[in-house]
């Protein structure tokens, strides 16, 4: 049974005035730092996903859509709605992308897409507005993750991230209060994207951050075109908390609005996987890094987690599954990481998804469901490592790696960017992504945020 969410008929006005207003350019030096970090990570998995099997299937999908705006990694120009879709799906299809764990949202795919596309439209847009719109549209799509506690059946990153993206894009824009509700109305009239590809394991899901992506520019389009949108959209009979998720608290959703910035709470992932599976891979990972562990030492390893992640990356292992099942698939990943001593991007293929000791490793693995009354929490989690002379190694996880409380280290980050830069279309040496990384750091400094984007393009 559900319970209907509590009415607040200014829900969307309050949206509108922060998305539009001064306090997103007040934001504090934290956060500016925090946008700043996520930024360069996200267009680090840009240029991963630009090389990925999926992607080139996108860019030919869309190969008629000529135009002049640049792609992340690739050498195609493309129109700006298909280089907002092609910039979206090549952030998301690895897996790689940031997350606000409490929101089960990946906050920075759609926006950051929508607004790679919409700032080549502009003559010139100075870092720090750039960075304040992403700051707007992380918030706003966190926030609709944060104000739920029903499981996914819509898949949140494109839900939340559609509307989180059109408010950034309104913004950009300079749009007016009355237009930016009729692009939100306009942009939940679009809203997709399902579970179904996630059970599934397909690349659909990377699919529908990239039509998002595209969606928050029309909605923005339309709006500016003259044509209005519904504005009760969050509480209406068939608004977002009632049809896409199935309640919601309005008040939480507004809490601190403007008082604190959802970017600050973003989680990083140091793996290319699910991130429900970052907590049990961290802990496997270091101790085989500690020689605690190895594949010829390994008896038995139980995950007690919450119901969801379980329910993201509980599933079996297949001989025929696809790399976005692969990815999702935690006895796989334990196999695999036991085999490799890393995950690494460019292993999710079909001879790695046949190899026996992968398999007998899966085996092995015991994922049981603890007492987390959260139906959103991806913590606290405690993996239990048993050896084959009856050890045993215990060890709670009351944060994923890369989350707020335990965050990667700048150096961290910098591998990561430089793993990705390797594994572009046009792949970049560790001493060529290090200048990208520190333009991208440097961000709230240009006068021409584009100027600093451009080194991301194959020369």
Not at 148 to 177: H, K, Q, V, W, Y
Not at 332 to 346: H, M, N, S, T
Not at 409 to 432: G, M, N, R, T
Request: aromatic share 6%.
């Amino acid at each position: 049974m559900t319970t209907a969410p509590e009415i607040h008929e200014n829900a969307i006005d309050a949206l509108v005035q922060f998305a539009l207003g001064p306090t997103p350019a007040a934001a504090p030096s934290h956060t500016i730092e925090s946008a700043k970090a996520f930024l360069v990570d996200t267009l680090g998995c840009a240029l991963a996903g630009s090389a990925a099997e999926t992607n080139a299937s996108m860019v030919n999908a869309f190969a008629g859509d000529h135009g002049p705006y640049r792609i992340p990694g690739r050498p195609e120009t493309a129109t700006r709605d298909t280089a907002a879709v092609l910039t979206a799906h090549a952030i998301h299809c690895l897996e790689w992308d940031a997350v606000h764990e409490p929101a089960v949202v990946h906050a920075m795919s759609v926006t950051t897409g929508a607004l790679w596309a919409e700032v080549q439209s502009h003559e010139c847009i100075s870092g720090g507005t750039f960075l304040e719109c992403l700051i707007v549209g992380v918030d706003i799509a966190s926030r609709l993750g944060v104000a739920t506690n029903s499981p996914l059946r819509f898949f949140r990153p494109a839900t939340a991230g559609l509307i989180g993206a059109t408010a950034a894009i309104a913004r950009m824009r300079d749009l007016g209060e009355s237009e930016t509700k009729d692009a939100l109305g306009l942009a939940y009239s679009q809203v997709q994207g399902t579970m179904q590809a996630h059970v599934e394991g397909t690349p659909a899901l990377a699919v529908q951050v990239a039509l998002s992506a595209r969606a928050a520019l029309n909605a923005c389009d339309m709006a500016s075109a003259g044509l209005s949108g519904p504005h009760d959209i969050f509480t209406g009979p068939f608004g977002y908390f009632s049809l896409i998720e199935e309640t919601g608290d309005i008040g939480m959703m507004l809490d601190g609005l403007g008082d604190r910035f959802a970017i600050d709470d973003l989680s990083i992932k140091p793996y290319p996987t699910g991130r429900a599976s970052h907590g049990v891979l961290s802990v496997l990972l270091k101790n085989i890094t500690e020689g605690t562990v190895s594949s010829e030492t390994l008896a038995g390893l139980t995950a007690s987690v919450p119901p969801l992640v379980h329910r993201l990356v509980g599933r079996p292992l297949k001989p025929d599954m696809s790399p976005a099942y692969a990815r999702l698939c935690l006895p796989f990943l334990v196999g695999l990481a036991l085999q490799d001593g890393k995950i690494d991007p460019r292993e999710f293929r079909a001879a790695r998804f046949l190899d026996p000791a992968i398999h007998a490793t899966a085996q092995k693995v015991d994922i049981t469901i603890d007492e987390n009354p959260d139906k959103n929490a991806l913590s606290p989690q405690k993996v239990e490592i048993q050896g084959q002379k009856g050890d045993k190694i215990t060890i709670n996880v009351p944060a994923v790696l890369g989350a707020p409380d335990n965050p990667l280290s700048d150096q961290d980050l910098l591998a990561k960017f430089q793993l990705a830069a390797s594994i572009a279309f046009a792949p970049l040496s560790p001493e060529q992504a290090r200048p990208i990384f520190a333009a991208i750091r440097s961000l709230d400094i240009a006068k021409n945020c584009f100027d600093n984007f451009r080194l991301l393009f194959p020369h």
